[in-house]
C-alpha cells in the first residue's frame, strides 16, 4: 500500500483510541454523578438530625437534614450575589444564627429575595422572628480565598471560610445551613431549591464518543479495502 494510507490509518487508529478514551472518560463522569445522586437523596432524607450533633467532616456532614434553634443576627448577615431565581436577578440572604451556651455561630442561607442592582434589598422587609427553629440541609464553603470587592461591604460572591472571616467578628461552624420551606411564601426569603439529581448528559456524550471511534476505524477499513481491491 501507498505511505499515505499507511499514514491515515494510523491517524485514525489514533483517533479511535482518543474517542474510546473520551467515551470512557464520559462514563466515569455518569458513575460520579449517580454517586452524588445516591448520597444525596441518601442524606436528605434522613431524620433532620440537631446541627451540634452532626460530623465536623464538612464531606460527610453535607447534604445532611438538620435543625438549629437559636436567635439571628441580621445586623450581621450577608447576601450572596448574583444569584438569580427563574430569570430574576437578586441575592441570597446569608444570616449568623446564635445559639444558646455556644460561642460559634451557624450561617444561615435564609433565600433568595428579588434586587434590581443585585446588592439592594429592603432588609427588615426579609426579617423573620428573632428566635427560630430552622430546618434544612447542610452545605460546605467554597474552596475560594479572593475577597470580595464591592461597594456594598455585605455582599460576598461565594460562602467561604476566608470571606466570614474578614467580615464577622464571631467564629463560625464548619459549615453552613441552607433553609427549607415553601419556597412561595411571602413572609420570608425564597427558600432555595434542593440541587437537581439528574444524570446530565453523560451518557448521550458517551454513546457520541464510541460512535465517532467507530467511525473512524470504518474509514481506515474502507480505505484499506479499496486499496486492495485498485492494486
Known amino acids: 500500500m501507498r505511505r499515505r494510507i499507511y499514514v491515515f490509518c494510523a491517524l485514525a487508529v489514533l483517533a479511535a483510541a482518543l474517542f474510546i478514551?473520551?467515551?470512557?472518560?464520559?462514563?466515569?463522569r455518569?458513575?460520579?454523578?449517580?454517586?452524588?445522586?445516591?448520597?444525596?437523596?441518601?442524606?436528605?432524607?434522613?431524620?433532620?438530625?440537631?446541627?451540634s450533633q452532626l460530623p465536623l467532616n464538612p464531606d460527610s456532614a453535607r447534604f445532611r437534614g438538620a435543625t438549629v434553634q437559636g436567635v439571628y443576627d441580621y445586623e450581621h448577615e450577608l447576601l450572596i450575589s448574583p444569584r438569580t431565581r427563574r430569570g430574576s436577578p437578586g441575592v441570597d440572604i446569608l444570616?449568623?444564627?446564635?445559639?444558646?451556651?455556644?460561642?460559634?455561630?451557624?450561617m444561615v442561607n435564609r433565600g433568595w429575595v428579588y434586587s434590581p442592582d443585585l446588592s439592594t434589598i429592603?432588609?427588615?422587609?426579609?426579617?423573620?422572628?428573632?428566635?427560630?427553629?430552622?430546618?434544612?440541609?447542610?452545605?460546605?464553603?467554597?474552596a475560594d480565598t479572593v475577597l470580595t470587592k464591592a461597594a456594598n461591604p455585605r455582599i460576598i460572591r461565594r460562602v467561604t471560610r476566608h470571606e466570614l472571616a474578614a467580615k464577622l467578628p464571631f467564629p463560625v461552624?464548619?459549615?453552613?445551613?441552607?433553609?427549607?420551606?415553601?419556597?412561595?411564601?411571602?413572609?420570608h426569603p425564597a427558600r432555595r431549591d434542593l440541587p437537581e439529581l439528574s444524570e446530565g448528559s453523560h451518557l448521550n456524550y458517551a454513546f457520541q464518543w464510541f460512535i465517532f471511534a467507530l467511525i473512524a476505524l470504518a474509514g481506515a477499513t474502507i480505505v484499506v479495502v479499496r486499496e486492495r481491491r485498485v492494486r
Request: proline share 4%; charged share 25%; net charge negative.
Open 95 to 106: 444570616t449568623p444564627l446564635h445559639r444558646a451556651g455556644n460561642d460559634t455561630v451557624v
Open 173 to 187: 461552624a464548619p459549615y453552613y445551613l441552607v433553609a427549607a420551606g415553601d419556597t412561595a411564601d411571602l413572609t
Open 21 to 28: 478514551q473520551l467515551g470512557f472518560w464520559q462514563l466515569g
Open 122 to 142: 429592603d432588609e427588615k422587609r426579609w426579617h423573620e422572628r428573632d428566635t427560630v427553629s430552622v430546618v434544612g440541609y447542610v452545605e460546605r464553603y467554597t
Open 30 to 51: 455518569l458513575s460520579e454523578r449517580r454517586e452524588f445522586n445516591r448520597m444525596f437523596t441518601k442524606q436528605v432524607i434522613m431524620q433532620p438530625r440537631e446541627f
